[in-house]
């Protein structure tokens, strides 16, 4: 049995023998139940369009549906309901708001780490692949290029179902094993910009002094950090946001200099300077 996952919001072109299906739980086509009563046994994976429940497997991030920060507090909240499980974000390459890049990075300012989710792309080079850095990269909201490795791709939206064309995913191997613990490894630090005292997020902007502040503030709540867990992310990189920093740093044995340059960006995403 191989490791595709085809879907349609028409069940019914959908053929047997696959390991799994992808469905959804809400929106104007709901069509898991009928997928468990068409394909029992196999596995269902259940998608929210709305983002309303936390019941379903994973979230369709797109235009239309939850944008990145919304996925990401998905995500967050179904760890809070589910601990243990690994989500499923749903999200192309390209879309501005909706992108993977951009969901990555919001899942990471909220503390999230690659071994506790699931990344699904969709990207149509009508060629079976899986998303990795040698072959799908795409950007964030700075125009920074950001590579990393997905846990499947639908490759395709033309591919011959039952009476018409339905989508297609290709797999991991790991993607229905249990979590295994991970990091941000792939997430490129040198393409995150050196931030210090003086600098502001402005209009416009990916929010970068912002995100700085939620993992600054994070890093000293879960390490006891009195000078980083209070921080406040208004945006703008001032003498608090400097000590906070500091504290960061000197706590995980960095250079103490208040600047976020690409080593305490890394201890922020993974725990490690790298």
Same mark, same amino acid.
């Given at each position: 049995?191989?490791?595709?996952?085809?879907?349609?919001?028409?069940?019914?072109?959908?053929?047997?023998?696959?390991?799994?299906?992808?469905?959804?739980?809400?929106?104007?086509?709901?069509?898991?139940?009928?997928?468990?009563?068409?394909?029992?046994?196999?596995?269902?994976?259940?998608?929210?369009?709305?983002?309303?429940?936390?019941?379903?497997?994973?979230?369709?991030?797109?235009?239309?549906?939850?944008?990145?920060?919304?996925?990401?507090?998905?995500?967050?909240?179904?760890?809070?309901?589910?601990?243990?499980?690994?989500?499923?974000?749903?999200?192309?390459?390209?879309?501005?708001?909706?992108?993977?890049?951009?969901?990555?990075?919001?899942?990471?300012?909220?503390?999230?780490?690659?071994?506790?989710?699931?990344?699904?792309?969709?990207?149509?080079?009508?060629?079976?692949?899986?998303? @990795?850095?040698? =072959?799908? /990269?795409?950007?964030? +909201?700075?125009? &920074?290029?950001?590579?990393? #490795?997905? !846990? $499947?791709?639908?490759?395709?939206?033309?591919?011959?179902?039952?009476?018409?064309?339905?989508?297609?995913?290709?797999?991991?191997?790991?993607?229905?094993?249990?979590?295994?613990?991970?990091?941000?490894?792939?997430?490129?630090?040198?393409?995150?910009?050196?931030?210090?005292?003086?600098?502001?997020?402005?209009?416009?902007?990916?929010?970068?002094?912002?995100?700085?502040?939620?993992?600054?503030?994070?890093?000293?709540?879960?390490?006891?950090?009195?000078?980083?867990?209070?921080?406040?992310?208004?945006?703008?990189? @001032?003498?608090? =946001?400097? /000590?906070?920093?500091? +504290?960061?740093? &000197?706590?995980?044995?960095? #250079?103490? !200099? $208040?600047?976020?340059?690409?080593?305490?960006?890394?201890?922020?995403?993974?725990?490690?300077?790298?």
């Amino acid at each position: 049995m191989t490791r595709a996952m085809p879907d349609s919001v028409s069940p019914g072109r959908l053929p047997g023998g696959y390991l799994a299906y992808l469905g959804y739980v809400d929106g104007l086509f709901v069509t898991v139940p009928t997928l468990h009563s068409k394909f029992p046994g196999r596995k269902v994976v259940g998608l929210t369009v709305t983002g309303a429940t936390v019941r379903a497997d994973g979230i369709d991030c797109e235009p239309g549906n939850p944008d990145a920060a919304a996925a990401a507090a998905w995500v967050q909240r179904k760890h809070a309901a589910s601990p243990g499980s690994r989500p499923i974000v749903y999200a192309d390459l390209e879309s501005e708001g909706y992108s993977m890049t951009e969901v990555i990075a919001e899942l990471a300012a909220l503390g999230i780490t690659r071994g506790q989710v699931r990344l699904l792309t969709a990207h149509y080079t009508k060629t079976a692949h899986i998303c @990795g850095p040698q =072959t799908c /990269a795409g950007r964030d +909201a700075s125009g &920074a290029v950001i590579t990393f #490795t997905a !846990d $499947g791709t639908q490759w395709t939206d033309e591919f011959a179902g039952l009476g018409g064309p339905i989508d297609m995913s290709l797999l991991s191997d790991g993607f229905f094993s249990a979590p295994v613990p991970a990091q941000w490894t792939e997430f490129d630090m040198s393409k995150l910009p050196v931030l210090k005292t003086g600098d502001a997020d402005k209009p416009g902007s990916f929010f970068h002094v912002h995100r700085l502040q939620a993992l600054t503030a994070l890093a000293g709540a879960l390490n006891g950090l009195h000078a980083a867990a209070g921080l406040t992310g208004d945006g703008v990189f @001032g003498a608090a =946001t400097d /000590a906070a920093v500091r +504290a960061v740093q &000197a706590h995980y044995g960095i #250079t103490e !200099d $208040g600047i976020a340059g690409r080593q305490t960006w890394s201890v922020l995403l993974t725990g490690s300077p790298g």
